[in-house]
């Protein structure tokens, strides 16, 4: 079984950056190389949305018109992490973030359901 765990969500001013982490576990000997991840949001009285998606081999995927040029995703299989480097932050980026992860070589489509594996999820909020 695969664990995710977020990391990094905070408080943070309108222009502001941010680094999420999604740190992943599972049975030993485990890796993150076969895995596509994705990070999500949801705020509040919102649905979940896709942001990002990054495959096995580090190809992004947008999932969000909203943070082309601001947000970008990286991965370090060694650690089995990923991130999610968010700049120039707004207010309407306030949401719990979710990184979720999908055994296969590609990005899949952004529907929630495309991914197997979900993280507890970390609050940001950007605010003055």
């Known amino acids: 079984q695969l664990q995710l765990v977020e990391s990094g969500g905070g408080l943070v001013q309108p222009g502001g950056s941010l680094r999420l982490s999604c740190a992943a576990s599972?049975?030993?000997?485990?890796?993150?190389?076969?895995?596509?991840i994705g990070w999500f949001r949801q705020a509040p009285g919102k649905e979940r949305e896709g942001v990002l998606c990054i495959s096995s081999s580090g190809r992004s995927t947008n999932y969000a018109d909203s943070v082309k040029g601001r947000f970008t995703m990286s991965r370090d299989d060694a650690k089995n992490t990923v991130y999610l480097q968010m700049n120039s932050l707004k207010s309407e980026d306030t949401a719990v973030y979710y990184c979720?992860?999908?055994?296969?070589?590609?990005?899949?489509?952004?529907?929630?359901?495309?991914?197997?594996?979900w993280g507890q999820g970390t609050q940001v909020t950007v605010s003055s």
């Open positions: 979720a992860a999908r055994r296969g070589l590609y990005c899949p489509g952004r529907g929630i359901s495309e991914y197997e594996y």
């Open positions: 599972g049975f030993s000997g485990f890796t993150l190389d076969y895995y596509s």
